[in-house]
């Protein structure tokens, strides 16, 4: 019989393949992946590791000798090129043909690159992989202003890693406000934290170009001004790699529709044998009733383990809300379900240790725990309660 193959490098990989053998399957297993690293997670790239509070054994669900103790086939430096779903054959680079019996594709994203002058230039950064965190973790050791450009969660969360280490930062975003998504009294509370921290913060620029001529020395933004700049990273979000799918025949949603590969509630793909796990999962949700797409760790372990389980035939729904979290500076936080709807605070903003709750007409979509631990389960019976809560409920949730 024919190996069930993996393809990826990341946490939904790993997890699919451990679960694979802690159900008990025995068989040929093989795990392709294109960078040199054994699969690992991402979150502390932007965190302890970047801050070298962390080593790379941290990053690692499973050590180098799991995957040979357990008879898996590892291929590091091996990228899929290919896919012919009719023939059951992965094409890879440098291996060749790889057939299998059921394939999961667990490919992740790439990042979005800032196409303006100078992006070429030495000094401007992405993050997305460790070799990404080991030279930005080594520019960060030197000295000048830092940069950065984009204030979602990868943003702010690389300027307050830079701020802990002692650069003086500033932080370009487009929108009115960071994390804004949010909505404003979310947002104005991390915010907060930051400038308390002395970040700046820029809100409503975009960047037109960054200066210099062999390396970066400056940003200019669209209101004529130039910031000085000895680093500058660019944290603009993410773009699922699905083209590997879409060759191949695979349904996939336009990126106007969320973008991903569209799998059922059992994670499989439109193509026979194929299923689909972590950012490029396109996941039908009960609760929500629609497709979704969640680029978060939490969510990247379940439907790894999921979809291992769904090749196994076990034929069971996945229905986990997603679930996210981040630190940033003396700020901690931990949400579950969707940030969509008007905003009901239980607690403090202004100390900020509160849960902000998501909430369209009394049916609450989501929470977010803000240095307040422990309290996510009790937030997901709110979500998924089918009947309407009242706001005295939630503006008293926090003691």
Known sequence: MEPIVVVGGGLAAARATETLRTEGYDGDLVVVTGEPEVPYERPPL??????????????????????????????????AVGLDVAARSVSTAPDGALRYSRLLLATGS?????????????????????????????ALAGDGPVVVVGDGWIGMEVAASAR??????????????????????????????????????LAGR???????????????????????????????GVTPEVGLAEAAGIEVRTAEAGGGITVDPTLRTSAPEVWAAGDIAAVPSP???KLLRIEHWAVADSTGAHA?????????????????????????MEAKG??????????????????????????????????????????????????????????????
Not at 209 to 235: C, K, P, Q, W, Y
Request: proline share 2%; charged share 30%.
């Open 164 to 201: 802990q280490l002692g650069r003086d930062v500033t932080l370009v975003g487009r929108g009115r406000h960071p994390l804004g998504a949010l909505g404003p009294e979310v947002s104005a509370i991390f915010a907060a934290e930051h400038e308390a921290h002395g970040v700046r913060l």
């Open 46 to 79: 932007s965190k302890d590791y970047l801050r070298g509070e962390a080593g790379r054994d941290a990053l690692r669900t499973l050590d180098a000798d799991w995957y040979a103790d357990h008879g898996v086939d590892l291929r590091t430096s091996t990228t």
């Open 287 to 289: 609760r929500y009733a």
């Open 308 to 332: 291992a389980r769904s090749m196994l035939g076990s034929g069971r729904e996945y229905d986990e809300l997603p679930y996210f979290f981040s630190d940033q500076l003396d700020l901690g």
């Open 110 to 138: 790439r990042v979005r690159r800032l196409d303006v002058p100078g992006g070429g230039l030495d000094g401007v950064h992405s993050l997305r992989s460790v070799a990404d965190a080991d030279r930005l973790a080594e």
């Open 206 to 236: 975009s960047v037109t170009a960054f200066e210099g001529t062999a390396r970066v020395t400056g940003v200019t933004l669209d209101d004529g001004v130039t910031l000085e700049a000895s680093t500058v990273v660019v944290g603009i």
């Open 338 to 399: 969707l940030t969509e709807g008007d905003v009901v605070l239980s607690g403090s903003a202004e100390d900020r240790e509160c849960v902000a709750f998501w909430v369209t007409r009394d049916r609450v979509e989501g929470a977010m725990g803000i240095n307040v631990w422990d309290r996510m389960d009790d937030a997901e019976e709110l979500i998924r309660r089918d009947g309407p809560v009242d706001r005295a409920t939630l503006e008293g949730f926090v003691a």
